[in-house]
């Protein structure tokens, strides 16, 4: 079988074989993990290159021991802290699988401890378990809970490893009462 393919299409093959190993030799030299600072240096956003690409090389270059291996040293840690997102401070947990290629979580999220600033009050402080009850609120910051805890994983897991993620389930410990 003979497979055409245009010129334009060829040399965008050798520019993507060619970027690939640019960013192979960035890595040898420096962190091998995906970040703004990386997307910038190599003008990705203007680039044929995706930050889906970057992900897949990234899995290429550390390959399966060392990712299992991050991955593993990741969720070692019991409890995992959200303090830096927004005005929210929460404490959680994760039990986790592989699962075809990704890392699937089960999230429980303490927020009876944890708390949130909220902006739109001028500033005050309220327990993460009220503010998901509060019948105007609540759904917003139930959503900005998963966004913060995606962050997190993106920050921690993703961008170091290439490995996505997916939540399986959250739960809150005063749903669990």
């Not at 993507?16 to 091998?32: A, H, I, V």
């Not at 979580?105 to 009050?121: E, N, R």
Request: proline share 2%.
């Amino acid at each position: 079988m003979r497979i055409k393919i245009t010129k334009d299409q060829l040399n965008e093959i050798k520019e993507t074989d060619s970027f690939k190993k640019l960013l192979f030799k960035y890595w040898d030299k420096f962190k091998p993990e995906v970040t703004p600072d990386i997307l910038k240096l190599f003008s990705i956003e203007r680039s044929f290159v995706t930050v889906f690409d970057l992900h897949r090389w990234l899995r290429e270059y550390l390959g399966k021991e060392r990712i299992q291996s991050i991955i593993k040293e990741l969720f070692s840690k019991q409890d995992h802290k959200i303090d830096d997102c927004g005005g929210y401070d929460f404490d959680f947990t994760v039990d986790y699988v592989m699962d075809d290629g990704q890392v699937v979580m089960k999230i429980l999220v303490d927020d009876v401890k944890g708390s949130v600033i909220l902006i739109m009050t001028g500033g005050e402080m309220m327990n993460l378990r009220d503010a998901r009850k509060d019948e105007d609120i609540g759904w917003e910051i139930d959503n900005e809970i998963e966004g913060c805890i995606s962050d997190y994983f993106e920050k921690n897991l993703e961008d170091k490893t290439g490995v996505p993620f997916v939540f399986d389930n959250i739960e809150y410990t005063s749903d669990l009462e």
